[in-house]
């Protein structure tokens, strides 16, 4: 696992990542970073932006889904791109908070892979060795 606590991997026609964290919280932004890099590169962002965010699904592994889909409807509605996160709660269920960003700024930001989707495909959660580990496939 690499340094930034995720790391890609080929799936087909599809790209995954692969991301690890000591809590639930550091594994939800693990996730989100690397949905921000197949975007938008290593682009330089800075939090200029507040977004509320509050969801609930039924187990881990949707509520992972439901938090990195959101993130993707707020890129392709508004060109919104996470920076920073701030939780009140995470739990396997629940996830609140905010997250800070700016919009995409083609002078600025290098516009990496266009991601259609996250998919449920391989989709896993789990907790191996004390760590939170994750596996996702994002369509593109």
């Known amino acids: 696992m690499s340094d930034k606590g995720y790391e890609f ?29 197949l975007i938008a590169e290593e682009s330089r962002i800075d939090a200029r932006q507040v977004k509320a965010i509050q969801l609930s699904a039924a187990d881990v592994e949707s509520l992972l889904l439901a938090w ?3 993130l993707l409807f707020w890129f392709s509605t508004d060109r919104f791109l996470p ?12 996830l609140r908070g905010r997250v800070s960003g700016e919009t ?4 600025r930001h290098v516009f990496g892979t266009e991601v259609k989707g996250i998919t ?21």
């Open 104 to 107: 995409f700024d083609p002078s």
């Open 9 to 37: 991997f080929d799936h087909t026609a599809d790209v995954g990542i692969e991301a690890r964290g000591q809590t639930l919280t550091e594994l939800f932004i693990h996730c989100a970073q690397g949905l921000r890099e």
């Open 120 to 140: 449920r495909h391989q989709l896993s959660v789990k907790q191996v060795d004390g760590w939170w580990e994750a596996r996702v496939i994002f369509d593109v």
């Open 68 to 70: 990195l889909k959101e």
């Open 83 to 94: 920076e920073w996160y701030e939780f009140d709660e995470v739990t396997e269920t629940v």
